[in-house]
């Protein structure tokens, strides 16, 4: 795939030469970088190009976009801070710090953040007056193991993994040991009750709710301890799963981590790890089939949909995070 050569200015040994901020460079509509494998693939924006939009991070993750305020989060879990970004104007800041190594994030239907915090091993919620509620840190009387990806379901249950990557050293988190299994958890805010709803993941990873939350998309990136590269599909009723198969898993050597629905049913998950002409995001149908890939410089970690019409996908690339205007919504 010659013409994707153009992302990466090699020097000997594999470095990276990353670009500056704005348009990637060589950038000519329509982007090259965004790639249709299928004519279902209507989501490209024909003069519409990756951007870069902010940079200088050791692993971004957990993007979510509040429409209310026309702005980004986003987790940089190592430097143990979350990170703003004004849609208007591009303004970069620090919107707290420290943030107990947080990963994923998400809004609640009240339009409040509901945050896992990889060392304080525990899901929060920040009120609107900034205060911060501990909404679960244990199950069964025992510590969460480390709390990663969430979403929240119409009902106003929260749903999130527990894989214990913030628990395997002191680069997102600190060193302990696992007193639960790697579960993936439904916390009923209503009655405050916390249940277990798969229990057979080796690290359950990433999540996402069909557009009618009648389906449940889960990654298992299991493969970084000997597992698994997939996400399984679990149909959803009355607060719980069955089903479980797999719905894709052509990832090795690399692996999906955080994925999102649009308005269609599309499944749009991160790609990275392996071939580094991989880097970025994918798209399945709702049955399963790839119809696109939408290219980047960088291991992609997580992504979201937002902007004022929430027709821009955000993505949360390694030391950086890009954004895309797409012909479709979430």
């Given at each position: ?25 060589a ?83 009240q ?17 609107v ?11 069964q ?33 600190h060193?302990?040991?696992?007193e ?15 249940n ?9 990873n ?6 009618d ?14 597992g ?53 995001v ?8 790839l119809i ?8 992609c ?30």
């Open positions: 795939m010659d013409h994707f050569n153009m992302l990466r200015d090699r020097e000997p040994f594999g470095k990276i030469h990353l670009p500056p901020l704005g348009p990637l460079p950038t000519r509509y329509p982007d090259a970088r965004i790639e249709s494998l299928d004519p279902r693939f209507t989501a490209r924006q024909g003069n519409a190009a990756i951007e870069r939009i902010a940079t200088g991070f050791h692993w971004a993750e957990g993007p979510v976009y509040f429409p209310d305020g026309g702005y980004l989060l986003w987790s940089d879990i190592p430097n143990n801070r979350i990170l703003r970004w004004l849609e208007d104007d591009g303004h970069v800041s620090v919107f707290r710090a420290p943030s107990n190594h947080t990963n994923g994030n998400t809004r609640d239907r339009g409040r953040l509901i945050s896992c915090e990889h060392d304080s091993r525990r899901v929060t919620r920040t009120e007056d900034g205060r911060i509620s501990v909404l679960v840190d244990s199950y009387n025992k510590p969460l193991n480390a709390p990663n990806d969430i979403v929240v379901a119409s009902d106003g249950a929260i749903w999130f993994t527990d894989p214990g990557y913030g628990i395997d050293g002191p680069y997102e988190g060193m302990a040991a696992a639960l299994p790697r579960n993936v958890y439904r916390l009923d805010c209503h009655s405050g009750i916390l277990v709803v798969a229990d057979d993941f080796v690290r359950p990433g999540l996402a709710f069909s557009p939350e009648t389906r449940l998309y889960i990654v298992d990136s299991g493969i970084s301890h000997g698994p590269a997939h996400i399984r599909v679990f149909d959803v009723q009355d607060g719980k799963l069955s089903g479980g198969g797999i719905f894709a898993d052509d990832f090795k050597p690399g692996l999906t981590d955080g994925l999102r629905t649009d308005a269609a049913g599309n499944v749009w998950c991160s790609m990275g790890w392996g071939n580094p002409e991989e880097d970025g994918r798209c399945y149908t709702p049955e399963g089939h696109g890939k939408v290219h980047l410089p960088e291991t970690a997580n992504l979201c949909f937002g902007g004022k019409k929430g027709n821009r996908l955000f993505m949360t690339a390694s030391t950086s995070v890009y954004a895309l205007y797409l012909n479709i919504t979430a």
